[in-house]
């Protein structure tokens, strides 16, 4: 006989055993009818308070059994006590009563076999405000100040007190003292006079300078490429909106998925402190395709992007573009192709290659376009960017004037500030943007600079409406109305101009014919409605005018629109938008226009 063995059989044996008696008399599951008594508590805290209540949302359930109510009843005494400090009571009472005894006294080793009645009381008692404060040492002109409400005589709560010491934390960290800590806090409450009492002490540490970058992660791109991206000011003094600025400058190159730039747990024995960076790549290529539908026809366009194509994290880009699909005209198309490599003079400036092929058959011209670049963008800031290009042109078009060929060499530079709350559906803020394009014309064409402008604004009007505007600007000054090429020049009416009107159905009248005006301006507002958290609807009118001159006169061709949309927002895309839109004047035979796109018109 083994005696080793039987011995493991009656262990086991004996376990089964034991958890069989516990499975039959164990307290079955049950639906405990709950009470929540809060005194005088207003019907916010009341709100919170249940909804921070384990016991409370456990109500009416038949799935607990009488060990999960007690724990349920145990969590609730903290979790309610931190709701009522968050909220400024320090003195408040809290009982929990399962059939009448408090659940803090019940022994958990003899409860009893189920529970009939729940009663949560909560006496918040009065709400306290700050006494003695103090938060010390600070440094002498903090960019970050500690907030108003940490003062003698504010209402007090874990809050205002949390919020104080983070601030003297950042304060410190802003100066270069990345290490700072809170060292110690003493906080007391004083009942009889409702007051509550703190000092926090904080411990700067050394000042900091950027040590070295290290790179972390399954990246296909190479870790110099990610550091010269990155752009970490190794040597300078430490900032935490440098850091910020090095993980922004990773995630907008559109490589990577994921960016964490951490520093080191401990600064090195030169008074430097060394980054990580933990980057995860996006999937390689991607893909997409989209759609428009006005009166004028279809349009579709395609995009195919890879993402790191040399392991620097360049972005080559495909597209084509086919519009008019369905309408009056022949059918418009586009070939580009783009290459962008960021970091090429410095973490802010990325270069760019850019070659288009474009075939245009507008209502009052048609066009075979070539065009190559190469430029430089600036990123300036999170709302403020800038680009410089160079390159060449050549166009063969045939307008109101006949078929001519236009080459230029020209450079492009644009301006643009986003201080926009959203770039789909933005309800505040604005947008400006600047462009001018100077071209030198070789073989008898004109030279000359083309100039261009877009301010849009957005205020709310309460909390369901909101005003947008948009004034749009161009010209084109140096050559003749005759010996412009319609690629530069301007045309008015559709959706991105004056709705109601036919798309570029405006220009300068040529005889029996219209050619591309050198003077343009646009002006569109719109009342934006919402009717439920998806649902909005919008009124708007457009004018437009488009000359013969360099800016518009009061002689120039001047037409309106006006019109109602809807939009409804899908949650990651933007609003769906419908407009109908009536011309107001300037010819009202075109009748109604309709739009169909995703985003608001401006």
């Not at 005696?3 to 044996?13: I, K, P, Q, T």
């Not at 026809?297 to 084509?320: D, K, M, V, Y």
């Amino acid at each position: 006989m083994n005696s080793r063995s039987d011995l493991s059989r009656f262990s086991r044996g004996l376990a089964g055993c034991l958890t069989l008696v516990a499975l039959l008399f164990s307290a079955p599951a049950q639906a405990v009818p709950t009470e929540f008594n809060t005194a005088d508590a207003d019907d916010g805290l009341r709100d919170r308070l249940q909804a921070t209540s384990a016991t409370w949302r456990a109500r009416g359930s038949d799935s607990g059994s009488v060990q999960d109510i007690l724990a349920a009843a145990l969590s609730d005494y903290r979790s309610l006590v931190q709701v009522l400090y968050d909220q400024g009571h320090f003195s408040p009472v809290v009982s929990i009563k399962l059939d009448g005894r408090e659940a803090a006294t019940l022994n958990p080793l003899s409860l009893p076999a189920q529970v009939n009645a729940v009663v949560v009381s909560v006496d918040a008692g009065p709400a306290f405000r700050l006494g003695q404060v103090a938060i010390a040492p600070l440094p002498d002109d903090p960019e970050t100040p500690i907030p108003d409400g940490f003062r003698t005589g504010a209402a007090a709560n874990t809050g205002i007190l949390r919020d104080a010491a983070a601030a003297g934390v950042t304060a410190w960290r802003q100066e270069g003292h990345a290490k700072a800590r809170v060292a110690g806090q003493s906080i007391s409450a004083d009942h009889r006079s409702q007051r509550l009492n703190a000092d926090i002490r904080l411990a700067p540490g050394q000042r900091l300078r950027f040590g070295n970058l290290t790179v972390k992660g399954p990246s296909d791109v190479r870790d110099a490429a990610i550091k010269r991206i990155a752009g970490l000011p190794s040597g300078e003094v430490y900032h935490p909106d440098l850091v910020a600025k090095s993980a922004a400058r990773l995630r907008r190159t559109g490589t990577f998925s994921s960016v964490v730039v951490r520093e080191a747990e401990n600064a090195n024995p030169d008074q430097t402190l060394d980054f990580t960076a933990e980057v995860v790549d996006q999937p390689k290529r991607r893909f997409t395709f989209g759609g428009e539908l006005t009166s004028d026809g279809a349009e579709i366009s395609t995009t195919w992007t890879h993402r790191n194509l040399f392991g620097g994290a360049e972005q080559f880009q495909f597209e084509t573009r086919l519009s008019g699909i369905g309408g009056s005209s022949d059918i418009d198309g586009r070939i580009g192709v783009r290459l962008e490599r960021p970091a090429t003079f410095g973490p802010d400036d990325s270069t760019f290659y850019l070659l288009e092929l474009e075939r245009l058959d507008e209502e009052h011209y048609s066009a075979l376009r070539a065009l190559g670049a190469v430029g430089v963008r600036r990123i300036y800031s999170d709302t403020l960017e800038g680009q410089v290009a160079v390159g060449g042109s050549t166009n063969l078009v045939t307008d109101a004037f006949g078929k001519r060929r236009f080459r230029y060499v020209l450079a492009n530079v644009k301006l643009e500030q986003d201080l926009r709350n959203s770039s789909v559906n933005a309800t505040d803020g604005h947008f400006l943007a600047a462009e001018a394009t100077p071209f030198l014309g070789l073989r008898g064409a004109d030279s000359g600079v083309q100039l261009k402008g877009d301010a849009r604004i957005y205020h709310p009007v309460g909390s369901r409406l909101v005003l947008a505007g948009r004034v749009q600007v161009g010209s084109v000054v140096g050559p003749s109305l005759s010996n412009v090429s319609p690629t530069l020049g301007f045309f008015s009416g559709g959706a991105g101009s004056v709705r109601g009107h036919e798309y570029q159905a405006f220009g300068v009248d040529i005889g029996d014919d219209t050619a591309a005006g050198r003077g343009f301006v646009a002006i569109s507002a719109e009342l934006r409605g919402q009717i439920t958290d998806a649902l909005s609807v919008v009124g708007f009118y457009d004018v437009g005018f488009v000359s013969a001159d360099s800016f518009p006169t009061s002689g120039s061709n001047q037409h309106a629109g006006a019109g109602i949309g809807l939009r409804y927002d899908i949650a990651g895309i933007g609003p769906l938008r419908l407009d109908l839109a009536f011309p107001v004047s300037g010819g009202t035979e075109d009748g109604l226009q309709f739009y169909i796109g995703v985003g608001q018109a401006f």
